[in-house]
Every structure is written in structure tokens, then in C-alpha cells.
């Protein structure tokens, strides 16, 4: 049985990068891993793939007017398996029918995916695919951010469309918020207290790092292009973190939107830290 698990995000926030990467990882351990991109540009999976696209699912539904995934699916880096959905319109009737085809349930046991990994980066694929997919049974959610007030407040819009989506039906389980690109301990204690009133977690901090960007100029992942960096570490951890998670879904609490003026009032306490550390008002990283 596969484990179905959602990542979310901003675009722009590197949640295709980090996911390809949690790829890598998981299928250079053994797992069988399929990696599925929503985003409408098609390009989730390029870099398990020597940075070339694939085509989509839904490019294909259009021409041929049916699902082949003899033709749609293509392997990458160490055997991770590419499916690119495409355009949200017709992405999200290709997903239906590879679904209800269950070409992939359909597989012998031996030849499904240990891991199915979604990448949902931007706001507009969570709307067109958590329903089919938690209806097939999805067993975690993820949100990726960086730590900026604008990709937190898309954080908190994900939150708040993932609790009307579990009013009338059972939540998919959320795993953490996954900093992305941190650069310092500020940005770790900005996006550590977003969390906290939020009242869920973050998962494996993932440190900014241009061997990320150099890597995917070759179109690479890290963990392939640089296996013994310290970059591939945070990979390879937050792949573990994710692992256990699936394994015991000991999971804490589902995240609680902030209102609007909760959300407003917290930037505003965190604007009046700034000013005191940049104007010698504490000590040295006292207001964080």
C-alpha cells in the first residue's frame, strides 16, 4: 500500500527543490518513490530528471483523449518515478481518471510506490487536488515556507482552506511546517513562534544554501549532485522525520488559523523587535 503525502506551499518558497530532494533521498534508501507535480508549468520533477521536463498528464489526456501511464510516467534519478499532472483544468480530470483507471492501485504489490510525494506548490492546486487525493487516502500534509511574512501569510490562507476542507470530512493529519531557505536565528525564531500560534510544529529546517541553486543549474539534485555535503544531510534528515511520521502518525494538533488581526498584531510585535536590536535597544539577539 502506498502512502499518499501532500506538500504545500507558496510558489516561490522552493517546495518543488525540497520535495525532489526528499525524493532522492527516500529512493537512495531503498523506498520506491513516485514523485507527482500539480503545478500547471509542469516542471516539479526536473531535476530528477538532468533538469528536462517531462510531459504532462494532462498534455496527454488532451491529445489522446485517455490516461497512458506507460507514457506519462518516466524514471529518474535512481529509479524515482516522474508523473507531471499539468495545467490545473485538465490536471485535475487526468487525476481523476488515473484514479479511477487505478493503474496505480492496480499495480501487483510488488511494483507500487512505497511513497507518493505531491508537490501542491501554489495556492491554486490545493483547491483542484486535496479532495481526489485525500479520498484515495492521503496520509500526511506538509506546508513548505520560507521565513517572510509574505509566504507566512499564504501559510496561514493554506491553513484555513485545509480547515474548511475538514468541516464536513475527515482532515488529512498534518505533519509540520517546513522551513525552507533559513539563513539565520532570527529567521528560525520567526517562523518557530508562527508555529507556535498556530499551535502545530516545524519539521527539519532546511538551511539556505547556493549549492541548492548550483545543483539545479546542472539540473540536479543535491542529493545527487553533492551526496557528502552537509546540504544533503538536512535532505536526508527532514526524508527520515517524514518517514517516522508516516510510520506512527503520532501527530500533535491540526493548525489554527490566525484572524486577521491576530496575524496583523503578531507582524506587528515582531516589527517592534526589529526596531529594538536595530537600534542597541537589547543585547545582541535578546528580542528573539
Excluded at 210 to 224: A, D, F, H, P
Amino acid at each position: 500500500m502506498s502512502d499518499h503525502i501532500l506538500f504545500y506551499g507558496k510558489g516561490g518558497v522552493g517546495t518543488s527543490t525540497l520535495i525532489s530532494n526528499i525524493s532522492a533521498a527516500l529512493v537512495e534508501t531503498g523506498f520506491k518513490v513516485m514523485q507527482v507535480g500539480c503545478a500547471p508549468q509542469g516542471d516539479s520533477t526536473s531535476i530528477l530528471n538532468g533538469g528536462i521536463s517531462v510531459p504532462t498528464l494532462a498534455d496527454h489526456l488532451r491529445k489522446h483523449g485517455r490516461i497512458s501511464i506507460a507514457d506519462t510516467v518516466h524514471t529518474g534519478f535512481k529509479g524515482v518515478e516522474c508523473l507531471e499532472l499539468g495545467d490545473s483544468g485538465n490536471g485535475e480530470a487526468a487525476l481523476e481518471q488515473l484514479f479511477e483507471q487505478s493503474e496505480l492501485s492496480g499495480l501487483g504489490e510488488a511494483a507500487r510506490p512505497d511513497y507518493v510525494l505531491y508537490d501542491l506548490s501554489g495556492e491554486h492546486s490545493l483547491s483542484a487536488y486535496h479532495e481526489p487525493i485525500r479520498q484515495r487516502g492521503a496520509k500526511l500534509v506538509y506546508v513548505v515556507t520560507n521565513a517572510d511574512f509574505t509566504s507566512l501569510s499564504a501559510v496561514n490562507r493554506i491553513y484555513a482552506t485545509l480547515e474548511h476542507l475538514g468541516e464536513a470530512r475527515p482532515a488529512v493529519p498534518f505533519g509540520g511546517l517546513i522551513p525552507n531557505g533559513i539563513s539565520n536565528s532570527f529567521e528560525e525564531s520567526f517562523v518557530n513562534d508562527f508555529a507556535h500560534h498556530t499551535k502545530t510544529q516545524t519539521l527539519g529546517q532546511v538551511p539556505r544554501s547556493l549549492m541548492v541553486r548550483q545543483c539545479e543549474l546542472y539540473g540536479k539534485t543535491v542529493i545527487e549532485a553533492a551526496p557528502l555535503s552537509t546540504q544533503a544531510y538536512y535532505y536526508r534528515r527532514l526524508a527520515n522525520q517524514i518517514v517516522d511520521q508516516a510510520n506512527s502518525l503520532k501527530i500533535k494538533n491540526q493548525p489554527r488559523t490566525l484572524t486577521a488581526d491576530e496575524l496583523r498584531n503578531w507582524a506587528r510585535e515582531w516589527a517592534d523587535r526589529l526596531y529594538a536590536m536595530e537600534n542597541g535597544l537589547v543585547s545582541d539577539g535578546a528580542a528573539i
